[in-house]
């Protein structure tokens, strides 16, 4: 394929997430340099003022301007041509997000985002999968804090329980462990464009309530359950736990990196993922709080009060409130016949989760797939199945996680 204008293309740079992706690429990578890159929107105005609040002086003349509007198709196959990948953080995706993907997947243009809507993408990818496949187009979703942490970090514990003892962990389990930072406007948005799609048809309830929703065609189910829904004491972390609001995206996503690698875990891997709590009051009362949350939110009355009080897409924290988040997640990998030999890992993140964190995860994510030499072909990919080792180095270099084994 011959070269083409820009190397990425960030599209949506107008909105709050957006913005933070262009300020992390313009401090870690420059304007015009190695990577060359443009931001992308509908309004020339506004992607301008995302150059004068983003860029120092001295760049803002140099990142080029592409417009385009995602009602417009030939607007976004004429984007989509211009440039080796398109990094899209516009949602909600179920309800934007198909007319860019159908694009890069005709055009051969890689792609990631920000999702972790697992209607949307249970359906985007049987769709666009052979087109992906035939013009080379490497479309990897869930580029952020889900799923990133989950796929790379029980891809990381795999890598090292195989090197250690020559055999991958039967079981993962992750479990959520200190954090602080609110969840996203534009995850809450997604939330409730499913639950309203939900309502109306039935067969997307279980579609989301499938653990192999995300599995690829013609493959068989594996033996993992329902996602937790109340409280659970778990043995080998010694703590109460309750369910984790995204491992009903994240389980799916680690479970598709399993098949999607040809199995290197086995056809019988299992996987789940949990919070950990001080104590088992704790749990029942985040278990209540999840559970009522969700509830409200499926319910149009409630949906309608809690869109004014909960934060709006293009809304989000302060520089200082994202400074001062963090998260752990521990994954603890059962060894298939030695329980002396099960294996504990930590991934870190230095900012907020749902923020400054999933800006550079997804930045990362972008410039990964436009500079990195990476060895799987055009279709639909996972984070850890798509760029592996590549991605968990840039993320560790310049991104702010850590992967760390504990025992």
């Excluded at 199995?263 to 985040?286: C, H, M, T």
């Amino acid at each position: 394929m011959a070269r083409r204008e820009f190397d990425l293309i960030i599209w949506g740079a107008t909105g709050f997430t957006g913005q933070l992706v262009v300020e992390y690429l313009a401090q870690n990578y420059g304007v015009g340099g190695d990577l060359n890159w443009a931001i992308g929107g509908r309004n020339q105005d506004k992607l301008e003022q995302v150059r004068t609040d983003c860029l120092a002086p001295d760049q803002r003349e140099q990142l080029p301007l592409v417009i385009a509007d995602s009602a417009d198709q030939q607007s976004l196959d004429d984007m989509v041509a211009r440039s080796s990948v398109v990094c899209s953080t516009v949602g909600p995706y179920a309800k934007y997000g198909t007319p860019l993907v159908a694009a890069c997947a005709g055009a051969g243009t890689d792609y990631c985002d920000l999702t972790g809507e697992v209607q949307w993408m249970a359906k985007v990818i049987p769709t666009y999968q052979e087109r992906a496949r035939e013009s080379g187009a490497r479309i990897v979703h869930t580029c952020g804090f889900d799923s990133i942490p989950s796929d790379l970090g029980t891809w990381f514990l795999q890598q090292q329980m195989l090197a250690r003892h020559g055999v991958p962990a039967m079981r993962v389990k992750a479990r959520v462990g200190r954090n602080r930072g609110a969840a996203s406007g534009g995850t809450i948005a997604s939330m409730m464009h499913l639950m309203e799609q939900a309502r109306k048809d039935p067969s997307i309830r279980k579609l989301v309530a499938d653990p192999y929703a995300l599995y690829p065609e013609g493959i068989a189910p594996g033996e993992d359950g329902p996602d937790q829904t109340g409280v659970r004491f778990d043995p080998d972390f010694h703590q109460w736990t309750s369910p984790f609001i995204m491992g009903v995206v994240n389980t799916r996503v680690v479970r598709r990196s399993n098949a999607l690698l040809g199995f290197p875990w086995g056809e019988d891997f299992r996987y789940d993922e949990a919070v950990l709590n001080r104590s088992k009051w704790q749990a029942k009362q985040i278990a209540l709080a999840t559970g009522a949350g969700m509830a409200a939110l499926a319910i149009g009355p409630t949906r309608m009060l809690a869109k004014r009080f909960l934060p709006a897409p293009g809304e989000g924290p302060s520089r200082k409130q994202r400074e001062a988040g963090f998260y752990e997640i521990f994954f603890y990998g059962v060894h298939p016949t030695s329980r002396d030999d099960d294996m504990l890992v930590k991934v870190t993140g230095d900012m907020d989760p749902g923020y400054g964190s999933t800006s550079k995860m997804l930045g990362e994510a972008a410039v990964c797939l436009a500079l990195d030499d990476l060895p799987v072909e055009g279709g639909f990919w996972t984070p850890a199945s798509a760029m592996g080792q590549a991605l968990l180095e840039r993320l560790t270099t310049s991104a702010g996680l850590g992967f760390e084994i504990v025992k």
